[in-house]
C-alpha cells in the first residue's frame, strides 16, 4: 500500500485500490487525545465521500491498538470541558460507525476505554492472541459511555454488565468465545489475518455490499417491522445496479463473477 506523506500525522493513511488502511500514530500506546481524535474523525468523514472506497481497516502502530483516553487529559476537565470532550469522541467514533463502507479492527494488543469503543463501532474485529479489551473507565471515576451502548448487542446483558461494573478486561481468546471478535490469530500472522477478511469482502458485489452496510447502520436504529420494510427497498433497489443479473448469470456459467 501506499503510505501517507506525512509521517508524523495523527493518522496514518495507506491506500490499495479500494482498500484504506487508517493507522492510530501515536505509539506505543496510541493513547487518545484531541489531535488523534479529530484527525480519525476528519479521515472517515472524507473517505464517506468516496464511492471507489470498499473497505477499511483501523490498525495501530506500536504495542496498541489504543490504551484509551489520555489519563493526563481528562485530569483537567471540568464539567463543561469534559461535555465538550466527550462529544468530539463521540463525533469520531459515529464517523466509523456509519461509514457506507465496512470497516475492520485490526487489534494488536490493548485496547481499552474509548478505544474499545472504537473497535465496537467497526463492523468487524481481527485481534492478535496478545489483545486485550476493556473499559476500566469506573477505575478513573467515570462511568462507560457513548458507544459503550453497543456492548450489550455484542455479549448479552450481564456479560456487558460485568465489564462495565468491574473494569475487567478480557483476552482475545474470550472475546472470541463471546462474540466480540470474529477472528483471533498469532501476532505476527494479524495482518495476514485481517487481509484474508478484506479479500472476502472484495469478492462481494461492491454496490450490494455498501447497500448491506447502510441496511446494517439503519437496522441498528429502528423497529423490526421498519427493518424489514428497509430491507425490500434495498433488494429492489440491487437490481437497477445490474450487480445481481451478473451475480445469478456467473453463477449459471460456473464462473466468477465481473464486478
Known amino acids: 500500500m501506499a503510505p501517507s506523506e506525512n509521517s508524523d500525522a495523527p493518522v496514518l493513511l495507506e491506500r490499495e485500490g479500494g482498500v484504506v488502511r487508517c493507522s492510530l500514530n ?43 483516553m489520555n489519563v493526563r487529559v481528562l485530569h483537567d476537565l471540568d464539567v463543561r470541558r469534559a461535555k465538550q470532550l466527550i ?57 462507560s459511555v457513548i458507544e459503550a451502548a453497543l456492548l450489550p448487542a455484542l455479549v448479552g446483558p450481564g456479560r456487558a454488565a460485568e465489564m462495565l461494573l468491574t473494569g475487567a478486561p478480557v483476552s482475545a481468546v474470550q472475546a472470541l ?20 477478511v478484506v479479500r472476502q469482502i472484495l469478492d462481494c458485489a461492491p454496490g450490494a455490499v455498501r447497500l448491506q452496510k447502510e441496511l446494517m447502520i439503519r437496522w441498528r436504529q429502528t423497529d423490526l417491522a421498519t427493518a424489514v420494510r428497509l430491507g425490500i427497498n434495498a433488494f429492489a433497489t440491487a437490481y437497477a445496479t445490474g450487480e445481481p443479473q451478473e451475480g445469478a448469470q456467473a453463477f449459471l456459467d460456473k464462473r466468477r463473477p465481473d464486478w
Open 26 to 68: 501515536r505509539p506505543p500506546l496510541n493513547l487518545l487525545e484531541p489531535g488523534i481524535i479529530d484527525a480519525l474523525r476528519e479521515c472517515f468523514a472524507g473517505l464517506a465521500g468516496d464511492a471507489s472506497v470498499r473497505v477499511a481497516v483501523i490498525a495501530g502502530q506500536g504495542r496498541a491498538f489504543t490504551g484509551g
Open 87 to 143: 462529544t468530539a469522541i463521540h463525533e469520531a467514533i459515529r464517523a466509523v460507525h456509519e461509514a457506507p463502507f465496512p470497516v475492520i479492527a485490526e487489534v494488536n494488543g490493548a485496547c481499552l476505554g474509548a478505544g474499545f469503543e472504537l473497535a465496537m463501532a467497526c463492523d468487524l474485529r481481527v485481534a492478535a492472541e496478545t489483545a486485550s479489551f476493556g473499559l476500566p473507565e469506573v477505575r478513573v471515576g467515570v462511568p
Open 177 to 196: 468465545a463471546w462474540g466480540l471478535v470474529n477472528r483471533v490469530a498469532p501476532a505476527a500472522r494479524l495482518r495476514e489475518a485481517t487481509a484474508e
